[in-house]
């Protein structure tokens, strides 16, 4: 590897964006990127003068790219991911790792196998207020977490289901997973990622205003393994500009942290024994990574860890997969 850790992008969608966040990231270089519609493949490659193809097996085989960026149908994401690192690349898949928690655990094991650095791109992790929500937490601010709320309550139109490449996958169970599964999972893996590992999940999901296979709202009650409880609720039916919330209720205090419009913010921090408690007491590294790029380009070079590995990234889907699994059976779910 030369000076700079050299990047392959699978898939053009929102895999666009981290092809332009490689080529402006320090010590990165993009040199290919790859999509099944060549239009598109062009098009990228032209805007970022790098190279482009249609057949990911040819960006497998370059030697001259050190890790690839998984920005695919969901359903697809550990079988590519396991493909790049049986190559010897390092590689990030976009958010969640995979539906399945057998096929996670394979790509798991195989980055383990081949010594590469396997991340999961979850953007919220790098939002420096919600870094600082997290300690916050582990410092003790609020106390003992009692109880927790999320609510995603997001519009999707049904042309929205339809679209995309290759055509519907949006709609498709093994393919997206719904509400929990695509939209949902950003909020889920905050979520566990404030609070602590789940234990248990009762869990219903459906369909409401869509004509799609997957399921647009689901609702859950979590356990968390330190005590706290939790409810969960995830649509793609609502009115749009809802945004989502989460809410974390300790016994000394609360926090409360908004999401909508693209617009980031704990819109509360509140300690009873503090009542001038401030997020900005904490303070955080200069040298942290602000993005999943930075953050490859350090685990690759440096050696440290990643905001979300293959480990963490499995969690959440865990999460929502034993919310379908309850949803179907009726029964509580308990995650090991």
């Not at 490689?22 to 598109?40: H, I, N, P």
């Not at 945004?243 to 419009?261: H, Q, T, Y």
Request: some cysteine; proline content about 3%.
């Amino acid at each position: 590897m030369g000076e700079k850790v050299r990047f392959g992008i699978l898939g053009l969608g929102i895999g666009a964006s981290r092809a332009r966040m490689v080529s402006r990231t320090e010590g990165a270089e993009l040199v290919c990127v790859c999509d099944l519609q060549e239009e598109k493949a062009r098009q990228i490659a032209k805007e970022l003068r790098c190279e482009w193809c249609t057949d990911y097996e040819k960006m497998l085989a370059r030697k001259d790219i050190d890790a690839i960026g998984i920005f695919t149908p969901s359903g697809t994401h550990a079988d590519y991911a396991i493909k790049a690192v049986e190559a010897g690349k390092h590689v990030f898949t976009t958010k969640p790792m995979d539906i399945s928690v057998e096929k996670c655990d394979r790509l798991i094991e195989a980055a383990r196998k081949a010594e590469v650095v396997l991340a999961v791109d979850f953007d919220n992790r790098y939002v420096d207020e919600f870094r600082k929500v997290k300690l916050a937490i582990e410092n003790g601010r609020i106390g003992r977490i009692i109880l927790t709320d999320m609510r995603m309550k997001w519009f999707r139109t049904q042309e929205y289901y339809e679209s995309g490449y290759p055509s519907g996958w949006r709609s498709r169970r093994k393919t997206e997973g719904g509400s929990a599964a695509n939209q949902g999972v950003h909020y889920i893996d905050l979520l566990q990622w404030f609070v602590g590992p789940v234990k248990t999940v009762y869990g219903m999901s459906g369909t409401f205003t869509h004509r799609i296979e997957t399921e647009d709202t689901s609702v859950a009650i979590l356990t968390f393994e330190n005590g706290a409880w939790g409810t969960l609720v995830t649509t793609t039916a609502s009115v749009p500009h809802l945004g989502s919330v989460i809410e974390i209720n300790g016994d000394n205090g609360a926090i409360i942290l908004n999401a909508k419009g693209g617009e980031k913010k704990v819109a509360l921090y509140y300690c009873k024994d503090r009542p001038d408690a401030s997020l900005d007491e904490f303070s955080l590294p200069e040298d942290r990574p602000k993005n999943i790029i930075e953050d490859m380009v350090s685990a690759i070079t440096k050696g440290t860890p990643v905001a979300v590995d293959g480990a963490e990234g499995k969690k959440s889907v865990e999460i929502f997969n034993a919310i379908y699994e309850s949803s179907r059976t009726g029964k509580p779910v308990k995650i090991e």
